[in-house]
């Protein structure tokens, strides 16, 4: 089944300690990418990547990093993080072009205490 | 910078009622433009889209005609019912093929 597969689902972390957030997709995808989602904001881009060993920020980088070293993986690392970065986490896939439709993954709800 | 501007919400409807949610964007150049669906939950998922200029975009009911004039894709459903209930999403995707996101709107409908 062609899926965007993120892990964990949730988690519960503390102000300060290294996390990482999974992503990986079956489909082959050039384009990649990571939002967040939070109330009254709706979904802003982190960071993206137009195909291995090239990504580039969004509107909301500060505070994340992302690596893109095999085409079926984009992890979102969180090295030192803080209360603000409390959210819905999103990665997103597909093919290249303007016309293709993103594939997202099932979310990731983070908690920062 | 490329944006999206959709209705606020929540929009409460009663089911069979008609349904619009308002989507105006700002691009340069002529971006695709996307309507996404959020049921609780779970991550989004294409409603429809629409490639270019009066293109219309359709699927389980749904509307939405790109409209370059009025730089307007506004999503219609005649008649809507309680599993419609979710949170609603345009976008729109240019050269750069960053797909940006309005701020959605979330729709109730009641039996």
């Known amino acids: 089944e062609a899926q965007v597969t993120q892990n964990p689902r949730y988690l519960i972390t503390v102000t300060g300690k290294k996390l990482t957030v999974t992503c990986s997709q079956n489909m082959n995808h050039e384009y990649m990418s990571w939002y967040r989602q939070d109330p009254g904001l709706g979904l802003r881009q982190i960071y993206y990547?137009?195909?291995?060993?090239?990504?580039d920020k969004g509107d909301v980088p500060e505070g994340y990093k992302v690596s893109r070293k095999e085409k079926r993986n984009f992890p979102l690392i969180l090295e030192s993080p803080s209360p603000n970065q409390t959210s819905l986490y999103f990665c997103?896939?597909?093919?290249?072009?303007?016309?293709?439709?993103?594939?997202f993954g099932s979310g990731t709800q983070l908690s920062v205490l | 910078g490329n944006s999206v501007t959709q209705m606020e919400g929540p929009v409460t409807l009663s089911e069979e009622a008609f349904l619009t949610i308002n989507c105006t964007y700002t691009a340069t150049g002529y971006p695709s433009l996307f309507w996404y669906v959020q049921y609780p939950g779970e991550g989004l998922q294409l409603l429809l889209k629409a490639t270019k200029a009066d293109d219309k975009g359709s699927n389980k009911g749904f509307e939405a005609t790109y409209r370059k004039e009025t730089t307007s894709f506004h999503l219609e459903k005649g008649s809507v019912q309680v599993s419609d209930s979710a949170v609603y999403f345009c976008?729109?995707?240019?050269?750069?093929?960053?797909?940006?996101f309005g701020k959605g709107t979330k729709l109730t409908v009641n039996p």
């Open positions: 997103a896939s597909s093919p290249q072009g303007k016309n293709e439709k993103l594939f």
């Open positions: 976008g729109q995707r240019g050269g750069s093929e960053k797909l940006v």
């Open positions: 990547s137009m195909n291995v060993e090239v990504t």
